[in-house]
């Protein structure tokens, strides 16, 4: 792991997009439908075990966390989606907050598209690909929780992803990740690397 990555540590809950860092430098976000697994990947591609704060309760993230790397880079962790029991005005906010702030960003280099593998590309899911499309924005999905199939049926959901992104958003790629057995954090590394123009990055 770039040790980067690990210098990772939470420095505001932002309630909408006004109260976000300056527009400068570069920063991905990391977006996903609640209990997807969003916390655990970014805890894992940190390699920190509680930066982000995993709930049993899904929907628990309804503000921006904002991770800073250093003075240039951050990581952004939105609000979870597709969870019913969020109040339908803070939903109503953020289906009004979030294309804004993939559109308007200047310093937003990528979406990261958290998605459980055993149930890929939701219609929340794709609203958020419509999003970025419609941005010109560059997103990289992750289906997690791999270790919850054989290798075999992982790699098929994998392929079943990727041609059907292929069909409908070709800018965007994907992969398997699992936090708990650690598949998939290089992979996701070289992206961020790329994303973030991190030293060291190659190809």
């Given amino acids: 792991m770039n040790p980067l990555y690990h210098k990772a540590r939470f420095l505001l ?3 909408d997009i006004t109260h976000l860092p300056p527009d400068t430098g570069a920063e991905v976000a ?10 655990s990947a970014i805890n894992a591609l940190t390699g920190q075990k509680s930066l982000a704060r995993i709930s049993k309760t899904p929907g628990r993230t309804q503000a ?5 790397l250093d003075e240039e880079r951050r990581l952004i962790d939105l609000p979870g989606y597709g969870y019913a029991k ?3 005005r803070i939903r109503a906010h953020w289906r009004q907050a979030l294309p ?3 559109a308007e ?3 937003l280099r990528g979406l990261v598209i958290i998605m459980d593998v055993r149930r890929p590309l939701t219609e929340q899911d794709a609203q958020m690909l419509e999003w970025c499309t419609h941005a010109g924005l560059s997103v990289h999905v992750l289906l997690t929780k791999a270790d919850k199939l054989k290798r075999g049926p992982a790699l ?3 392929q079943r992803l990727r041609a059907r ?3 409908e958003y070709p800018a965007t790629t994907a992969q398997l990740f699992s936090a708990s057995h650690g598949t998939g954090i290089d992979e996701i590394h070289r992206k961020l690397d790329e994303w973030l123009e991190v030293a060291g990055h190659a190809g």
């Fill in 165 to 167: 992104l292929d069909a």
């Fill in 86 to 88: 969020v109040p339908e």
């Fill in 156 to 158: 098929n959901a994998l």
């Fill in 105 to 107: 960003r200047e310093s």
């Fill in 64 to 68: 921006i966390n904002v991770f800073p």
């Fill in 30 to 39: 990391f977006a996903g439908r609640s209990n997807a697994g969003k916390s």
């Fill in 13 to 15: 809950s932002a309630p």
């Fill in 100 to 102: 804004r702030y993939l």
